[in-house]
T-cell receptor, first 113, second 111 residues
Framework: NAGVTQTPKFQVLKTGQSMTLQCAQD?????MYWYRQDPGMGLRLIYY???????DKGEVPNGYNVSRLNKREFSLRLESAAPSQTSVYFC????????????FGSGTRLTVV | TQLLEQSPQFLSIQEGENLTVYCNSS?????LQWYRQEPGEGPVLLVT?????EVKKLKRLTFQFGDARKDSSLHITAAQPGDTGLYLC???????????FGAGTILRVKS
């Protein structure tokens, strides 16, 4: 009953460093998403992948890149981390059917110093 | 400016009281979803409402979708300490297969 698994759970980066956040789902879902959560702002969509082989920008894509490696895995990369990217990052998946709820991972808490 | 305005931002009430959380927008959504999130965890889906005017009940929680599919409400009857958490509304855009979230309501129920 793993659902959506995110790694790592915590990370501290120095400004300018790069890293990749990993996400995998075992529910055979078609669509996957990356959100960031900041106090008082809810969740904001960074990138999404409606199906394997496709990716699209969300509301706040600047400073990030994504890769839909296969149907199960969707990674988020920060090429040159900035303090403004300090946040909690959530990966989510959904079957790809309209009006179906999302399943979220437990998040990665990232601090950029 | 958030596409979905959620109110109130914070709510601190005594056990046994009733409360309502509102989610409003000028946009039409194909569905409106409510999630609950606990510290250190991801949001967990509570309910999805799809049809304008739809009402769904989940034990002491009642969810309503506005007739025009632009707004929704969550009503909790006789709140309990276990209801404490962050409640998020999220609307699925008519075109695009993606959710937009409100800023959330932090609910604290004191015993």
């Amino acid at each position: 009953n793993a659902g959506v698994t995110q790694t790592p759970k915590f990370q501290v980066l120095k400004t300018g460093q790069s890293m990749t956040l990993q996400c995998a789902q075992d529910m055979n879902h078609n669509s996957m998403y990356w959100y960031r959560q900041d106090p008082g702002m809810g969740l904001r969509l960074i990138y999404y992948s409606a199906s394997e082989g496709t990716t699209d920008k969300g509301e706040v894509p600047n400073g990030y890149n994504v890769s839909r490696l296969n149907k199960r895995e969707f990674s988020l990369r920060l090429e040159s981390a900035a303090p403004s990217q300090t946040s909690v990052y959530f990966c989510a998946s959904q079957p790809g059917t309209e009006n179906y709820g999302y399943t979220f991972g437990s998040g990665t808490r990232l601090t950029v110093v | 400016t958030q596409l979905l305005e959620q109110s109130p931002q914070f709510l601190s009430i005594q056990e046994g009281e009733n409360l309502t959380v509102y989610c409003n927008s000028s946009s039409v959504f194909s569905s409106l979803q409510w999630y609950r999130q606990e510290p250190g965890e991801g949001p967990v889906l509570l309910v999805t409402v799809v049809t304008g005017g739809e009402v769904k009940k989940l034990k002491r929680l009642t969810f309503q979708f506005g007739d025009a599919r632009k707004d929704s409400s969550l009503h909790i009857t006789a709140a309990q300490p276990g209801d404490t958490g962050l409640y998020l509304c999220a609307g699925e855009l008519v075109y695009g297969n993606k959710l937009v979230f409100g800023a959330g309501t932090i609910l604290r129920v004191k015993s």
